[in-house]
């Protein structure tokens, strides 16, 4: 079955602070991972995308890697924001028009 | 064109009655996906177009249910005899791909609650 968990399910930091949200995955045939940004009520906005050869992308702040062979993935936000508050979710696209397999997210707060 | 956009933001029925929403994509995009997340949960794929061809439903997507995109531009979702399971944001995303999947675009989201 195709799956994607992330860990933590929430996590609430103090601004300016580093975390790792983690993702780990098992889906085939794997296209390409990415990280997307969902603020409550809106719809999620792509932070970064991965393809299999892949090790490691940034986005300003945001840092993703991703490890093929034990089909892992993290995402790194550096020097935390009180707008980096959000779901980040982690998702897997499979096949030739990009089916999205999402994982359930991971809720941030960012406190000052 | 500023993005995905989607109408109603939000729609409170009840039980029983119908209701359809509209996905209005990014202008040149061939790709159309309709997607429903339920609170703390990642959305879910129903359905994909690629143009005004319907080619993948998912089994999440019921009899009840039919989407349509009759001129390859906006979309249509509708939602027959509505349950209160179907209390649900439904979300549409957008992509032009040429020789492969490239970055789906989202909208806001229409939520619906049944009652």
């Known amino acids: 079955k195709n799956q994607v968990e992330q860990s933590p399910q929430s996590l609430i930091i103090l601004e300016g602070k580093n975390c790792t949200l983690q993702?780990?995955?098992?889906?085939?045939?794997?296209?390409?991972l990415r990280w997307y940004k969902q603020d409550t009520g809106r719809g999620p906005v792509s932070l970064t995308i991965?393809?299999?050869?892949?090790n490691t992308k940034s986005n300003g702040r945001y840092t993703a890697t991703l490890d093929a062979d034990t089909k892992q993935s993290s995402l790194h936000i550096t020097a935390s924001q009180l707008s980096d508050s959000a779901s980040y979710i982690c998702?897997?696209?499979?096949?030739?028009?990009?089916?999205?397999?999402f994982g359930a997210g991971t809720r941030l707060a960012v406190h000052p | 064109d500023t993005g995905v956009s989607q109408d109603p933001r939000h729609k409170i029925t009840k039980r029983g009655q119908n209701v359809t929403f509209r996905c209005d994509p990014i202008?040149?995009?061939?790709?159309l996906y309709w997607y429903r997340q339920t609170l703390g949960q990642g959305p879910e794929f129903l359905t994909y177009f690629q143009n005004e061809a319907q080619l993948e439903k998912s089994r999440l997507l019921s009899d009840r249910f039919s989407a349509e995109r009759p001129k390859g531009s906006f979309s249509t979702l509708e939602i027959q005899r509505t349950e209160q399971g179907d209390s649900a944001m439904y979300l549409c995303a957008s992509s032009f791909s040429v020789g492969g999947g490239y970055e789906q675009y989202f909208g806001p989201g229409t939520r619906l609650t049944v009652t």
């Open positions: 998702v897997v696209s499979i096949g030739g028009y990009n089916k999205l397999i």
């Open positions: 991965m393809t299999f050869s892949e």
């Open positions: 993702c780990n995955y098992t889906v085939s045939p794997f296209s390409n």
């Open positions: 202008s040149e995009h061939n790709r």
